[in-house]
């Protein structure tokens, strides 16, 4: 299965996607952590991409279409994958319809995680991230039973540098503008699902298996 998780920042993404895995065998193909790992590994686009994210803003089209088109190309996506904050803008949907169209390959669906605005500065002012494996974490709406420690391996959690909140206002104006153009986009081929993501995250996910059909 092929499927797009859309949403804005602190829809629930990354926290649904990681449970998409577990159920269907398929990897998470997140370009926010590809990024950060860029980022940690001071590699040159890295340290280009930081620029962008400090700020809230996009990271150049050309350069994240390269980095998901290399990524889909890996062995472990070929029995399909789940694409979380990707794509974000029209020319990203196209160049992805591209690289599918070369891989004999096409989207199942694309989940639409509807979320209010006044929850997502909230769910973002309190992200944790753990900085060995990435599970995630709320100090309020899902906290780690020792605080700033990760419950699955032990390792520290974090505030994201992006995620104070003049940046997190910027970041959802960005999406407003340059994302929701997706959802008539998709709407349009058939494969947009609306979820809505408030309320309890299994609840949440048993929505989204609903919507897929599985
Ligand atoms: P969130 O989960 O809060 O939506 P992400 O981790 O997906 O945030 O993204 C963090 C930052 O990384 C974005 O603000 C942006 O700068 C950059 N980024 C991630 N994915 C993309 C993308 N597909 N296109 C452009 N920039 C991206
Ligand atoms: P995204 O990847 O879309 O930016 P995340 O999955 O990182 O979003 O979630 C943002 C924050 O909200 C995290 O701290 C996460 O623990 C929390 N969160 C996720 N789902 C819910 C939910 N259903 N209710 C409350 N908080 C949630
Ligand atoms: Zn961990």
């Known amino acids: ?103 004999h390959a096409s989207l199942d669906h694309v989940v639409s995680l509807e979320v209010p605005t006044e929850d997502l500065v909230l769910r973002i002012a309190g992200r944790r991230t753990c900085k060995n494996c990435g599970a995630m974490y709320h100090v309020r709406f899902s906290p780690s039973q020792t605080d700033g420690r990760c419950d699955a391996c032990g390792g520290p959690t974090y505030q994201r540098d992006d995620d104070h909140e003049e940046t997190v206002r910027r970041r959802l104006g960005v999406y407003a503008e340059q994302t929701t153009p997706l959802i008539s986009f998709y709407e349009a081929r058939g494969l947009l699902r609306r979820v809505p993501g408030t309320g309890e995250i299994a609840e949440i996910s048993q929505r989204i298996s609903a919507a897929l059909g599985a």
Request: glycine share 12%.
């Open 1 to 103: 299965m092929r499927l797009i998780l859309l949403g804005p920042p602190g829809a629930g993404k990354g926290t649904q996607a990681k449970l998409l895995v577990n159920r269907f065998a398929i990897p998470q193909v997140s370009t926010g952590d590809m990024l950060r790992a860029a980022v940690k590994a001071g590699t040159r686009l890295g340290q280009e991409a930081k620029r962008y994210m400090d700020q809230g803003a996009l990271v150049p089209d050309a350069v994240i279409i390269g980095l998901v088109r290399e990524r889909l190309r890996q062995p472990d996506c070929a029995g399909g994958y789940i694409l979380d904050g990707f794509p974000r803008t029209v020319a990203q949907a196209e160049a992805l319809e591209k690289t599918l169209a070369a891989l």
